[in-house]
Nanobody, 119 residues
Framework: VHLVESGGGLVQAGGSLRLSCAAS????????MGWYRQAPAKQRELVAD???????NYLDSVKGRFTISRDNAKNTVYLQMSSLKPEDTAVYFC??????????????WGQGTQVTVSS
């Protein structure tokens, strides 16, 4: 399964960005879709994820500022980021888990997109 991310960039503190991640390939079902981030010298952390049923989970520091959503018809997940802070600066990675047409489970990662928030 191939993931293509878009939407990163440079923004001033308080600004907004929207990340997108589209999955392609022989996908039968998609279970969870999520966004992780990794800042320099830090471990990768889960920012937000969403199940096939629409249940969401957020990192405490982004609650109320970020919104994750998905378009099942397009196999796409979005992350709307608002009120961005310099500490949100990181490389953001998309993660998608599900099942292929052949029945095999998959767990795919995007290439990462840089988000830089200036103060």
């Amino acid at each position: 399964v191939h993931l293509v991310e878009s939407g990163g960039g440079l923004v001033q503190a308080g600004g907004s960005l929207r990340l997108s991640c589209a999955a392609s390939g022989r996908v039968f079902t998609i279970d969870a879709m999520g966004w992780y981030r990794q800042a320099p010298a830090k471990q990768r952390e889960l920012v937000a994820d969403i199940t096939s049923g629409g249940s969401t989970n957020y990192l405490d520091s982004v609650k109320g500022r970020f919104t994750i959503s998905r378009d099942n018809a397009k196999n796409t997940v979005y992350l709307q980021m608002s009120s961005l802070k310099p500490e949100d600066t990181a490389v953001y990675f998309c993660n998608v888990r599900g099942r292929l047409e052949a029945g095999k489970l998959f767990n795919s990662w995007g290439q990462g997109t840089q988000v830089t928030v200036s103060s």
